[in-house]
């Protein structure tokens, strides 16, 4: 081993030559695992960190339609200081009604914020009785300022100044407008809160330093059993934020592993390349006595050092993405990441990294220190050196470690078993592939043309490098592809579930006793607009079967239904967009025992079967329903789609609002949308319209982010896919000079040469395109459908027309590195080969 290094280490003091490619493929492979594990984590840190100032206290109970009853508050108090803040959506406007924006109103007491500060743009107090602060977007948009007045409801504002910092900003999740902050003594003057309005109503709880959040919740929940409310804790202050980065983080892991073993095929060109120029110090220690332990030992020792500075600078640069991305793009994050070094994200990067080099790089070397002095002096080091099976077994274990360590690491773990077993058989698949197409090439007649018949027999040749530029050249393109395929359904995710004749408005919170009032303005308004209202309840699912969701240890990923406050109605007929698929819909003037009827894919997540009871909690009253049937919702209508619809006995009794959509005729312009906004404002204060292009503004924000991220993956995935390729092309290099130059002393000119690699490559980059492209459509379906919750509308076009400018990619490339053989003279290089 001592001489083995020092061999290694005087060898690599004429520098890095033939080996910058492994250098690279590896700091590409890493820097993408490191950059992405180490945000991740940051984001993760920050949201733990600031648990408390993004839920606003260390206990949090969220009720919805009502207030903490006194024996409620009570126990709550006992755990620590309450704080009590009323959430609801409101229209704003401007002192005479017009220019309404729908807002996210917040009222909150004097003891708000438990944790953080809130603070205004330009300094003063916190609004007081008759006061509101307000976004700088809601500013914006009634073209207001601190000083003036807005009206909410019955009441006029004055605006106390533009919000700052809001402590719990990020706790809240998803709104559908800008914030405005008002006194809790104020809300009530705003006749908003009617009943059968939607409104939560949420309670944070300061506790002292040495209080379990656990416990706290716990002896709470065991005090008030009928309370029905949602919890959480300062350790998991927004679940929605932190299962969103998640699954992002999971997503982008795996595209960093893909481009890791892209990069890794890269390493063993790389190193078959470098050794096929070692040739001549190879012979000479054989020659000179060196065993062949001593050659395998050396050449190893210089892989792990050479590995091992690419692996540090993948470090490097992965470990200072969280800074990178607050800098450039901080405001894209939802909350700033809590900047550090996280030596776990590092440290399974740098595994990852050192057991792919290996991985790859080990049969070369073994093929090294098995062929003979005699046989280097010949040349032909990859023909006649013999890997053995010794070494298989190697690389099966090394290759079982990779595997051991991305499932184990991973958030779904599945998913990661499904990624590797894809991988391997891509592998498989491709290597086969390349068998085959040597083999087909020996048996096809030779062509007439001789460029042509010379291309074709490159292909089969002995020694040719057909099986090592189909893997490169099929994983670069899938990858590609694949990546393009994600991008291009987050693209087209909003514009092709936008049905072609979508509603203009949702009206939320409409008086029971005013919907017929409700239709005469649009009516009056818009003589052809098409008005569906429907029922609208709001509440947690407290028990499935016999089992109380607060005593679920985990609740599974589909089962939507059972996260918080859900929206809830009844009604008499089905719904226009629903099919039901397992019972049936209950009878017209059906009064027997209350039914319910739930969304398939919560059923299937839940296990549930028709007949099964189900309970949920309305306005603090539980009320219990057994299944009739499973619908199967095409939530694509953009209609009021519910994922729990009751029978009107269960609960018509109940105090409750409604909701309607308005779809306007063809032709109806901004005007008539800004009369009905005022004329039902003026006429319902508590009622709020929600324009259906802002929701999908909003959401085409979220995609593009969501495409942005693809995007950096996959130029990651590009730059490793090229590295692979530039590997595969310099590990035939030398071959590649051999006949150029018995070619060119032949007769045959370079163009004639060039054009023979030409179409060699051409006709590779066709053919591997066929396994490409199927590849990148089932590999994106499963991402997009399965990983990331997407529905499945990919552009073609622009899949085959990224995967068309991977294969001239590949033409390119492959010309380009055949210039070097091109230039060789043939004197010189007949006495070196």
């Known amino acids: 081993m001592s001489l083995a290094l020092r061999f290694a280490l005087r060898d690599l003091r004429g520098g890095l030559t033939g080996l910058r490619l492994l250098v690279i493929c590896l700091f590409l492979g890493v820097a993408s695992l490191a950059g992405i594990g180490s945000l991740t984590a940051s984001i993760n840190a920050a949201l733990s960190e600031q648990g408390q100032t993004i839920l606003g206290g260390d206990l949090a109970f969220d009720l919805n339609q009502r207030i903490a009853t006194p024996d409620e508050w009570a126990a709550m108090e006992k755990q620590g200081r309450v704080s009590q803040v009323t959430r609801l959506r409101a229209m704003i406007a401007r002192p005479d009604g017009a220019d309404a924006v729908l807002s ?58 533009i919000i700052a910092q809001e402590p719990d900003r990020v706790g809240s999740g998803f709104t559908f407008g800008p914030t405005a902050i008002v006194a809790a003594e104020s809300l009530d003057a705003t006749g908003l809160l009617q009943p059968g309005s939607i409104y939560e109503t949420q309670y944070r709880v300061r506790t002292p330093a040495n209080v379990d959040p656990t416990a706290a919740i716990a002896a709470v929940s065991a005090a008030t059993p009928g309370a029905g409310w949602e919890t ?90 969280p800074w990178l991305v607050t800098l450039f793009a901080g405001d894209m994050l939802p909350v700033p990441p809590s900047l550090g070094v996280y030596p776990s994200a590092l440290a399974i990067s740098a595994a990852y990294g050192l057991l792919t080099a290996l991985l790859f790089a080990l049969v070369p070397l073994v093929r090294a220190r098995h062929v003979a002095a005699a046989a280097l002096f010949r040349g032909g080091l990859g023909e006649s050196g013999k890997s053995g099976s ?98 291009t359904n987050l693209s ?49 699912v407290v028990a499935v079967r016999n089992q109380r969701v607060a005593d ?68 603090g009253v539980e009320v219990p329903a057994r299944i009739a049937n499973f619908r199967e919702i095409d939530w694509d209508t953009m209609g009021l789609n519910f994922g729990m619809i009751f029978s009107p006995n269960a609960l018509k009794d109940a105090p409750h609002s409604y909701l309607a959509t308005i779809a306007l005729p063809g032709g109806a312009g901004a005007a008539q949308e ?111 459908t399965k990983t990331l919750g997407l529905q499945w509308t990919p552009d073609w076009a622009v899949v085959l027309g990224t995967l068309a400018a991977g294969a001239l990619l590949t033409l390119a490339l ?20």
Do not use: C
């Not at 590195?817 to 010189?828: D, E, I, K």
């Open 104 to 161: 996210e109103l917040k009222s909150v007491d004097a003891a708000w914020p438990l944790y953080g500060s809130f603070t205004l743009a330009r300094g003063g107090d916190r609004p007081g009785f008759g006061e509101v602060a307000i976004a700088d977007a809601l500013a914006d948009r009634l073209g207001v300022k601190a000083g003036e007045q807005v009206r909410i409801g019955d009441k006029l504002f004055r605006i106390s100044g």
């Open 232 to 321: 959480r804790d300062r350790t998991n202050g927004s679940p929605s934020t932190r299962r969103f980065i998640d699954r992002m983080g999971q997503f982008l892991s795996l595209v960093g592993l893909t481009a890791l073993v892209v990069a890794g095929i890269g390493v063993g060109n790389g190193v078959a390349s470098y050794l096929d120029g070692k040739r001549p110090g190879i012979a000479t220690l054989k020659a000179l006595g060196a065993s062949s332990r001593t050659i395998f030992l050396t050449y190893l020792l210089q892989i792990i050092i050479v590995s091992a500075v690419g692996i540090a600078l993948g470090l490097i640069v992965g470990g200072l993405l």
């Open 390 to 487: 010794g070494v298989w077994f190697a690389v099966i274990f090394i290759a079982a470690l990779i595997a051991a360590l991305a499932i184990s690491t991973a958030r779904e773990p599945g998913l990661a078993a499904i990624f590797l077993a894809a991988a391997l058989a891509l592998l498989v698949v491709l290597s086969l592939f390349g068998v085959l197409i040597q083999r087909v090439a020996a048996r096809l007649p030779r062509p007439r043309h001789p460029l042509a018949r010379l291309a074709l027999a490159n292909l089969h040749r002995p020694g040719a490098q057909t099986g090592r530029l189909i893997v490169a050249l099929g994983l670069g393109l899938s990858l590609f592809t694949t990546l393009a395929v994600v991008e």
């Open 492 to 540: 087209g995710q909003m514009a092709s579930s936008i049905p072609a004749k979508s509603p203009s408005f949702f009206a939320l919170d409409i008086p029971s006793e005013g919907v017929d009032q409700f239709r005469t303005i649009i009516a009056r308004q818009s003589p052809g607009a098409d008005v569906v209202t429907v029922p609208s309840l709001r509440g947690p």
């Open 552 to 619: 679920m240890k985990e609740i599974p990923e589909d089962a939507w239904i059972l996260r918080g406050d859900r929206g809830l109605t009844y009604l008499e007929m089905l719904p226009t967009g629903n099919t039901v698929v397992d019972g049936k819909w209950w009878p017209r003037n059906y009064s027997g025992e209350p039914l319910v009827s739930v969304d398939i894919r919560a059923a299937k997540a839940l296990n549930l079967k028709v007949g099964d009871m189900l309970t949920v909690s309305v306005l």
């Open 674 to 784: 800004k009369a009905i906004n005022r004329d039902i404002i003026r006429a319902f204060p508590s009622a709020s319209l929600i324009r259906v292009k802002e929701v999908i503004t909003s959401l085409g924000n979220l995609l593009g982010q969501l495409s942005a991220a693809v995007r950096v993956a996959a130029s990651i995935a590009i730059a490793a896919g090229i590295a692979v390729l530039v590997g595969a092309i310099a590990a035939a290099r030398r071959t590649r000079t051999y006949d150029a130059v018995l070619l060119k002393l032949l007769g045959a000119t370079r163009r004639q040469v060039l054009a023979v690699q030409a179409m060699e490559y051409a006709l590779l980059a066709l053919l591997v395109s066929g396994i490409a492209f199927a590849v990148s459509a089932g590999a994106g379906w499963y991402l997009a």
């Open 814 to 833: 492959g010309l380009l590195g055949s210039l070097p053989a091109l230039a060789a003279r043939p004197a010189r290089a007949l006495r070196e080969l």
